[in-house]
């Protein structure tokens, strides 16, 4: 069955050649057709071109008219933890009386707040409740996902969750990537025994998550009061040897060596990157072809109101930049990723091109996907979005809260 979208206004997002990132003065290359339409096949976009030459539709196509919406690839949030049971409102309170993330964390709140409630929780009421965050961010145009554990903090509790992603992957049309987190910060039975914890997540958390093939990589936090570089290491040194590759949490609350570890280990991002530093940046320009991908988390930094990374920077040194939503209930309850769009471009001064290839094509990347998700191009994945007619995509990131996503289709087949 073939879909045939006609009167695009806008083909935004086109490659012609596969790209595994955009690095540097590349990320300003966005490009555009005007006036397009484009054909869908089994779930992959086989042909686009302009309406001038607009093929004669064949008895078997469906045809969409598009109105002169503009059509986009799908976003590609590479950081989320959106499999979280209840919310946390109260802290958000607390932040505004002015206490800071780590006294939040201090106090018994945080992480092991949302720790204590995951566990009280059944495995089908976390589906549910992350369901409805599913269907929330397809429609704001967010196609392919990675959902961490984190909230479990022991070996059950973190395998409740990655069975509930595992089941997300296999029941929604969203590319789902799942990723073990159990080092998102020390279990409270084992506070005061962070050794013996680290000892848990090699010993037993992570044998278990490799048998039963429930996570693509681990993440660890690695940060100021959470993991420090040498336990990291450790942690992904035994990942390794599972085949799971590494993703790190680093540089947010301080310069804690997030960014060494993920080089020494050869992770597949560094995320949040608030406290970035000159040498990181360095550090990361001699890595070459094995970069971890520079994520930044711009709703984070909105959210507790600390400084955003430094994504200009990173630009201009000639590195990639991949943005995501940091989907969670303390930090960033949103996933709204045309958000983090606009954020970035009025935060770190990313122009829209800019920010529209971090949040598609180096998203994907920071996935291990760039080979069939985030862009416009013959054989890529069909996960693309129609919006309201607009001026240009510089509209995108300008009009931040308008919602201009009209029609959402993943693999090619429209979600309502």
């Given at each position: 069955m073939q879909t045939l979208i006609k009167n695009i206004g806008m083909l935004a997002g086109i490659q012609e050649k596969p790209c595994p990132m955009l690095l540097g003065k590349e990320m300003a290359e966005y490009h555009v057709m005007k006036d397009a339409w484009l054909v869908i096949e089994d779930g992959r976009?086989?042909?686009?071109?302009?309406?001038?030459?607009?093929?004669?539709?064949?008895?078997?196509?469906?045809?969409?008219?598009?109105?002169?919406g503009a059509v986009f690839p799908s976003f590609c949030d590479s950081h989320t933890h959106l499999v979280y049971a209840g919310s946390r409102e109260g802290e958000f309170v607390d932040k505004i009386r002015g206490l800071s993330y780590a006294e939040i964390a201090q106090r018994g709140g945080g992480i092991l707040n949302s720790a204590d409630r995951l566990h009280e929780a059944t495995e089908e009421e976390l589906y549910k409740q992350a369901m409805r965050r599913i269907r929330e961010i397809i429609l704001k145009g967010t196609g392919a996902v990675e959902i961490k554990s984190g909230?479990?903090?022991n070996t059950e509790d973190e395998l409740k969750m990655l069975r509930v992603i595992r089941r997300i992957k296999q029941t929604t049309p969203i590319k789902v990537i799942p990723t073990f987190l159990g080092a998102h910060a020390v279990g409270r039975e084992y506070i005061g025994r962070q050794s013996e914890y680290v000892?848990?997540?090699?010993?037993?958390?992570?044998?278990?998550?490799?048998?039963?093939?429930?996570?693509?990589?681990?993440?660890?936090?690695?940060?100021?009061?959470?993991?420090?570089p040498e336990e990291t290491d450790r942690i992904l040194s035994a990942s390794a040897k599972y085949g799971l590759r590494g993703k790190i949490h680093g540089q947010e609350l301080a310069d804690s060596g997030g960014?060494?570890?993920?080089?020494?280990?050869?992770?597949?991002?560094?995320d949040h990157l608030e406290s970035m530093t000159e040498r990181d940046i360095e550090l990361l320009?001699?890595?070459?072809?094995?970069?971890?991908?520079?994520?930044?988390?711009?709703?984070?930094?909105?959210?507790?109101?600390?400084?955003?990374?430094?994504?200009?920077?990173?630009?201009?040194?000639?590195l990639p930049l991949a943005i995501a939503s940091d989907y969670n209930p303390g930090s960033t309850p949103s996933g709204d990723m045309k958000f983090a769009v606009s954020l970035v471009?009025?935060?770190?001064?990313?122009?829209p091109e800019e920010a529209l290839n971090a949040a598609t094509v180096n998203g994907a990347a920071a996935m291990g996907l760039s080979e069939n998700y985030g862009c416009i191009r013959k054989g890529s994945i069909a996960n693309?979005?129609?919006?309201?007619?607009?001026?240009?995509?510089?509209?995108?990131?300008?009009?931040?809260?308008?919602?201009?996503?009209?029609?959402?289709?993943?693999?090619?087949?429209?979600?309502?």
């Open positions: 976009i086989s042909d686009y071109g302009h309406m001038p030459d607009y093929p004669i539709p064949a008895e078997m196509q469906m045809v969409i008219d598009a109105e002169g909230y479990g903090l000892d848990m997540i090699v010993n037993e958390m992570l044998p278990r998550v490799a048998e039963e093939k429930l996570a693509f990589y681990v993440d660890v936090f690695c940060d100021k009061g959470f993991f420090t960014v060494e570890v993920a080089v020494k280990n050869h992770a597949l991002s560094v320009k001699s890595c070459g072809d094995d970069m971890p991908m520079p994520t930044a988390l711009p709703g984070t930094s909105f959210f507790l109101n600390m400084p955003f990374a430094p994504g200009r920077r990173i630009i201009d040194s000639g471009c009025i935060k770190m001064r990313l122009l693309i979005f129609i919006t309201d007619p607009i001026p240009s995509i510089d509209y995108l990131p300008y009009a931040y809260m308008s919602p201009i996503i009209r029609r959402v289709f993943l693999e090619g087949i429209e979600y309502r």
